[in-house]
């Protein structure tokens, strides 16, 4: 056995795994799981010099959060709030995969508002499941639902990309995954046929659109209609939260990322008796926390996603 | 009839008495823990009348919802509890609402 093997990741499978060469991204895979490796503030700014789109995801904030985990959650999202202020090129917008709070609670909500606007940019935002705790939904809709159908989905575009946020964490049943549901699926697919083939799309969701693991329920289980709409275009991003860590997957046209939680890190899937906060060193802590920056460059297919940790 | 063997077999009942009664008010009365994103025990028969008492145990809230709606907890926060009193014969399925791959169920026999 080589040295490379040993290593888990031989050099020889990272450079066939660098799909975006030349746009900073890394990412390989480990005993079948995918992790980032491309981490570099200056890659994410000479990207964004040199691009027509760059955009921010941040995920997980879970504000209210206060368990051994990370006993401040509201603190490591102000580091964050803090590190994207500093990138050099300001970003078009961020978007936010949900899970703002912990609880849903109006105070929870009024403390993740008062960290993230100091970013100074527009949010894009759809609920997880910590957001529509309250039976109508009626917190997180009075706030962020302004526009949008149902639980809270919606369109827009940007700089010739169409983005799709949808919610796929209200009305589950019991023994299933995340769930779009049929109204939102019909509108999906109205929503884009008007659409030409080569219009870049990018859907957000709390929970991921592929199954990362149906054991811990980390998937959507209508999420194949939803994909199926998005067959006959060329470039599809796929970006969620939910699972607290970087995991990524390309499949034919579509990208499917996952970003880190600004709030405490969840295990790899099976490598612990459940999903839920993962309490490690606290030196280790924020290695596992951060965002992600997002570049859409013309005539490109795939998008460049750089996953950045709040340290390291 | 032999004393030692009464005295054991009444020292078991009164040690079975002891370990439900020191959980629940009435001995029948239940339990069921929330732990690691799952009902603990999944399953569980009781006597119509019997109370469940659900505790949830994770750093994660969680919610105790009936599948046909006859029971849904609010989201129980870290040692939040929920109780619902079956007085109807039946089973009865329920999942967490946030977490939908949790599922536990309650079958209500007949009391005495």
């Given at each position: 056995?080589?040295?490379?093997?040993?290593?888990?990741?031989?050099?020889?499978?990272?450079?066939?795994?660098?799909?975006?060469?030349?746009?900073?991204?890394?990412?390989?895979?480990?005993?079948?799981?995918?992790?980032?490796?491309?981490?570099?503030?200056?890659?994410?700014?000479?990207?964004?010099?040199?691009?027509?789109?760059?955009?921010?995801?941040?995920?997980?904030?879970?504000?209210?959060?206060?368990?051994?985990?990370?006993?401040?959650?509201?603190?490591?999202?102000?580091?964050?709030?803090?590190?994207?202020?500093?990138?050099?090129?300001?970003?078009?917008?961020?978007?936010?995969?949900?899970?703002?709070?912990?609880?849903?609670?109006?105070?929870?909500?009024?403390?993740?508002?008062?960290?993230?606007?100091?970013?100074?940019?527009?949010?894009?935002?759809?609920?997880?499941?910590?957001?529509?705790?309250?039976?109508?939904?009626?917190?997180?809709?009075?706030?962020?639902?302004?526009?949008?159908?149902?639980?809270?989905?919606?369109?827009?575009?940007?700089?010739?990309?169409?983005?799709?946020?949808?919610?796929?964490?209200?009305?589950?049943?019991?023994?299933?995954?995340?769930?779009?549901?049929?109204?939102?699926?019909?509108?999906?697919?109205?929503?884009?046929?008007?659409?030409?083939?080569?219009?870049?799309?990018?859907?957000?969701?709390?929970?991921?659109?592929?199954?990362?693991?149906?054991?811990?329920?980390?998937?959507?289980?209508?999420?194949?209609?939803a994909l199926g709409y998005l067959k006959r275009f060329g470039s599809v991003t796929v970006l969620?939260?939910?699972?607290?860590?970087?995991?990524?997957?390309?499949?034919?046209?579509?990208?499917?990322?996952?970003?880190?939680?600004?709030?405490?890190?969840?295990?790899?899937?099976?490598?612990?008796?459940?999903?839920?906060?993962?309490?490690?060193?606290?030196?280790?802590?924020?290695?596992?926390?951060?965002?992600?920056?997002?570049?859409?460059?013309?005539?490109?297919?795939?998008?460049?996603?750089?996953?950045?940790?709040?340290?390291? | 009839?032999?004393?030692?063997?009464?005295?054991?077999?009444?020292?078991?009942?009164?040690?079975?008495?002891?370990?439900?009664?020191?959980?629940?008010?009435?001995?029948?009365?239940?339990?069921?823990?929330?732990?690691?994103?799952?009902?603990?025990?999944?399953?569980?028969?009781?006597?119509?009348?019997?109370?469940?008492?659900?505790?949830?145990?994770?750093?994660?809230?969680?919610?105790?919802?009936?599948?046909?709606?006859?029971?849904?907890?609010?989201?129980?926060?870290?040692?939040?509890?929920?109780?619902?009193?079956?007085?109807?014969?039946?089973?009865?399925?329920?999942?967490?609402?946030?977490?939908?791959?949790?599922?536990?169920?309650?079958?209500?026999?007949?009391?005495?």
């Amino acid at each position: 056995m080589s040295h490379d093997d040993n290593d888990g990741v031989s050099r020889r499978k990272v450079l066939e795994c660098m799909t975006w060469a030349g746009t900073g991204v890394l990412w390989t895979i480990s005993g079948g799981v995918p992790h980032s490796l491309g981490l570099v503030d200056e890659a994410m700014a000479a990207d964004a010099k040199s691009s027509g789109l760059t955009f921010l995801q941040i995920s997980d904030s879970h504000v209210g959060f206060d368990k051994p985990a990370n006993p401040n959650a509201k603190g490591t999202l102000e580091e964050a709030i803090a590190r994207i202020k500093a990138v050099p090129v300001k970003p078009a917008f961020m978007i936010h995969t949900g899970d703002i709070t912990h609880l849903s609670k109006e105070s929870e909500f009024d403390d993740a508002e008062k960290i993230i606007s100091q970013a100074r940019l527009d949010v894009h935002y759809v609920p997880g499941e910590h957001d529509i705790i309250d039976p109508e939904i009626k917190i997180y809709k009075e706030r962020y639902g302004r526009g949008t159908k149902g639980p809270g989905y919606y369109s827009f575009d940007a700089n010739g990309v169409h983005f799709i946020g949808l919610v796929n964490v209200a009305n589950l049943k019991g023994g299933g995954m995340g769930s779009l549901g049929d109204e939102q699926l019909e509108w999906i697919e109205d929503d884009l046929k008007s659409r030409s083939a080569s219009t870049p799309i990018v859907l957000f969701a709390h929970i991921p659109l592929w199954t990362v693991y149906p054991e811990w329920g980390w998937g959507t289980e209508d999420s194949a209609r939803a994909l199926g709409y998005l067959k006959r275009f060329g470039s599809v991003t796929v970006l969620n939260g939910h699972i607290h860590q970087v995991m990524q997957k390309v499949e034919g046209n579509v990208t499917f990322h996952t970003a880190r939680s600004t709030a405490f890190p969840q295990p790899a899937p099976g490598t612990a008796s459940s999903a839920g906060p993962m309490k490690v060193p606290a030196e280790q802590l924020r290695t596992m926390l951060g965002t992600a920056s997002v570049t859409f460059k013309q005539g490109e297919q795939r998008l460049a996603i750089i996953d950045t940790p709040l340290q390291g | 009839m032999n004393f030692a063997r009464h005295f054991a077999l009444g020292a078991i009942a009164v040690l079975m008495t002891v370990a439900i009664g020191s959980t629940s008010a009435r001995a029948d009365d239940v339990e069921v823990k929330i732990d690691n994103f799952t009902f603990n025990p999944q399953q569980i028969t009781v006597k119509a009348g019997a109370k469940v008492t659900w505790t949830n145990n994770d750093d994660i809230p969680h919610t105790v919802t009936s599948k046909t709606g006859i029971f849904k907890s609010k989201a129980l926060d870290t040692e939040d509890k929920f109780s619902f009193t079956f007085t109807t014969p039946g089973s009865y399925s329920y999942f967490c609402a946030l977490h939908p791959h949790m599922t536990g169920s309650i079958v209500v026999e007949a009391g005495k």
